[in-house]
């Protein structure tokens, strides 16, 4: 491999790992998507008074944490088909990465939630509020503030991890810089690139989500 860097490979390889980075955001945006909806579902799941159900939903949730989110991809791409389901690279992608990060978002949910002053939810019950109101009006709007911070974090591990759907041939950022590496046999300046452009990614949504937490706090009053 040389490792002398090539300026003239760099603006050629440029236009194309900047196209696939536009396929790396699309699949960490689906991906984080649907492991915020599924999460909070398994959250409010934990919740309810029927232990068989709880008890399913959270040994489900520890199942899922603990296995590689690389084995749920292969699982979902190649054993599916046997079970009838026969998905895309990159639906059954976004589906593990959705699937897998769900499980961690229902526990920052859940310990949003119980950090919720009891008194809340005694003055609901006062007030007669149904349990759907409860969450959605009183509890959650609360917690979500509390939650913001660790759902960021999830949403750069989620962006750092779309290398893994590389495994079925989904033509990310970081396949798009191997296909490239193994065709001009440089890997210097692609992987460089990519590094660089991982970093130009996360940086500002890490700043876009304390900018969230700070005005959620502003509008509901929390300092």
């Known amino acids: 491999m040389n490792l002398n860097w090539r300026w003239d490979f760099t603006w050629e390889i440029l236009p194309q790992l900047l196209n696939a980075s536009l396929y790396t955001v699309l699949a960490s945006g689906i991906g984080y998507a649907i492991a915020v909806i599924l999460g909070l579902l398994l959250a409010l799941a934990q919740r309810t008074e029927l232990t068989s ?58 310990g949003s939630i119980d950090a919720v002053s009891r008194g809340q939810w005694e003055a609901c019950r006062a007030l007669n509020l149904s349990r759907r ?33 590389s495994v079925i041939g989904v033509a990310e950022l970081m396949h798009a810089a191997s296909a490239i590496g193994s065709a001009n046999y440089r ?16 940086l500002p949504l890490a700043g876009l989500v304390r900018i969230m937490e700070q005005r959620l706090r502003i509008r509901l009053g929390i300092w």
């Open 53 to 110: 159900a709880r008890l399913l939903v959270r040994e489900t949730i520890e199942f899922i944490r603990s296995t590689p989110l690389v084995l749920q991809i292969f699982f979902i791409f190649y054993v599916g088909p046997q079970f009838g389901v026969n998905l895309s690279p990159w639906v059954a992608g976004m589906m593990a990465i959705g699937l897998h990060y769900s499980a961690y978002l229902s526990e920052v949910y859940r």
């Open 133 to 165: 109101r409860t969450y959605f009006r009183i509890i959650l709007p609360q917690a979500l503030v509390p939650a913001i911070p660790g759902m960021g974090n999830y949403l750069v591990g989620i962006l750092k991890d779309t290398p893994m759907l």
């Open 187 to 202: 890997y210097l300046e692609p992987f460089t690139i990519v590094g660089l452009l991982f970093l130009l990614i996360s």
